[in-house]
């Protein structure tokens, strides 16, 4: 049963840090993966990685709830959601600033901002933003071991309604040409 167990959440970890999918939909069946197994004693293994990672997924699932918060709230706008980085060659790294303002009436705080994929690093300003003031999201992405078209989207969260807005990066990966198939060079 143990086993059984380690290996759900071995199954539920790859799918949730695999590159290709949709972010959301692997964390809700995280969620309900924990959720099945909590509910059937799965206690034994919840000191696991595995499961700290799924918990973690799970509460930050659960501060979107459906209930807009009472009182004044910040408003995060991007100048920009998506942006497409065109024609690139496999191995290139790049990187987008995305600015966006608070155009609510608190400061906006990100507490968190996630990719879809490890190749994606998002890292964004940690200082409250005041109402009417501009923040920064910068994402850079690696393209080692990727070929043609490629998407991937940054989660971020914050104190605002919804707690979640996503942006999107876009880039045709144009492989890299392979010169180890001409065989060894004669002297």
Known sequence: MKRLIYAIFAIGLLSFTACNGDLEKRVTDLERRV???EGNGGSTASNSPAVQMANQSTSQVKSTSNEK???PL???E???KVHDFGRITEGDVVTK???FKNTGEAPLII???TSSCGCTVPSYTEEPIAPGEEGELEVKYNS???KNQDNKVVRVTANTWPATNNITIKAFVEP???NTSAGPIKQ
Do not use: H, I, Q, Y
Request: no cysteine; net charge positive.
């Open 35 to 37: 959720a099945a197994l």
């Open 69 to 71: 918060p009472e009182g």
């Open 74 to 76: 910040p408003k995060m």
């Open 78 to 80: 991007f100048s920009e």
């Open 97 to 99: 600033v995305f600015t």
């Open 111 to 113: 507490s968190n901002a």
């Open 144 to 146: 080692r071991g990727k």
């Open 176 to 178: 890299k040409a392979d």
